[in-house]
């Protein structure tokens, strides 16, 4: 299956997908040492970033969660990519900074990609494939 996409950071990732319909406080309710969502009430607390491919609507909180994805990347723990449902300005940033492809889904929900298992993403088309 293909879905249209918008591309905020040039990039290409190929997969596993960790999925979270919640919202990400990358400031507060991230561990960039651990790389993992560190608020115990988080959906996907604990579950590690690294080597995976980080789908969440959007981030919330302060503009210095973008440092904590750079720190992310910095310390071998980050994602491959990210996919939101609508990207921010923290995330964008952090992306940037970082290194980190990024992509937003402006036409479609994140909900759709819930129930895929791997993602491939390409610079050439804003498409992704899913599996």
């Known amino acids: 299956?293909?879905?249209?996409?918008?591309?905020?950071?040039?990039?290409?990732?190929?997969?596993?997908?960790?999925?979270?319909?919640?919202?990400?406080?990358?400031?507060?309710?991230?561990?960039?040492?651990?790389?993992?969502?560190?608020?115990?009430?988080?959906?996907?607390?604990?579950?590690?970033?690294?080597?995976?491919?980080?789908?969440?609507?959007?981030s919330v909180g302060s503009s210095v969660g973008a440092y904590v994805i750079y720190r992310l990347k910095k310390n071998g723990k980050a994602p491959k990519a990210i996919i939101n449902q609508s990207s921010d300005i923290i995330t964008a940033s952090g992306c940037a900074i970082a290194g980190i492809p990024l992509y937003d889904l402006p036409e479609n929900s994140i909900s759709e990609l819930k129930n895929f298992n791997a993602i491939t993403l390409t610079e050439k088309r804003p498409v992704i494939s899913v599996t």
Request: net charge positive; aromatic share 10%.
């Open 1 to 58: 299956m293909k879905i249209k996409t918008r591309c905020i950071v040039n990039g290409y990732a190929r997969g596993e997908m960790l999925y979270s319909s919640a919202p990400i406080a990358f400031l507060q309710g991230v561990d960039p040492e651990k790389g993992c969502v560190s608020d115990p009430k988080h959906e996907i607390f604990e579950k590690p970033f690294s080597g995976r491919i980080l789908v969440f609507p959007n």
